[in-house]
């Protein structure tokens, strides 16, 4: 189902509790800081990765994927690795609803995750062929943002 929430569009794509990923995408942005271990391990929740990441000093300057998801309203978050898996695994279903509403479908690349692996890495997932792995924190990718209720 498409929602609105805080004047942002998503798609609910859990139930419960229920979740919704945002039908608006980032460019291309980098993870963060490359060389640097910042605790936002969580790999099945993106909200407490936002959170560790919100506590860094000058974290707008250097978190640009965690950024633009802020930018999109309170508690609008970079979804982990997990939740960015269970997006995956809903595709084809939330591409038939966004594209019914004329709204920008997922695009067959790599998504970040909010999900660090190491000091220089964090997890991605390919949305082409839903392979899963991890990248340097200074390349770039798309990000979608999610929403928990």
């Not at 942005?29 to 936002?40: F, H, N, Q, S």
Request: glycine share 6%; with cysteine.
């Amino acid at each position: 189902d498409l929602v609105t929430i805080n004047g942002v569009q998503g798609i609910v794509f859990q139930t419960s509790p229920v979740k919704i990923v945002s039908v608006v995408e980032s460019e291309l942005l980098k993870w963060g800081e490359y060389g640097v271990v910042t605790d936002a391990t969580n790999s099945s929740s993106g909200l407490k990765n936002m959170n560790t990441i919100k506590n860094i000093s000058n974290w707008t300057s250097q978190y640009l994927a965690f950024k633009w998801c802020a930018s999109l309203g309170s508690n609008w978050y970079l979804p982990a690795y997990k939740e960015l898996l269970t997006i995956y695994d809903q595709l084809t279903t939330l591409n038939k609803t966004i594209s019914a509403n004329e709204l920008v479908t997922f695009k067959s690349t790599y998504y970040w995750s909010s999900t660090e692996n190491s000091n220089n890495n964090a997890y991605v997932v390919d949305f082409a062929h839903g392979n899963t792995g991890f990248s340097y924190k200074y390349n770039t990718y798309r990000v979608r943002a999610v929403y928990a209720m």
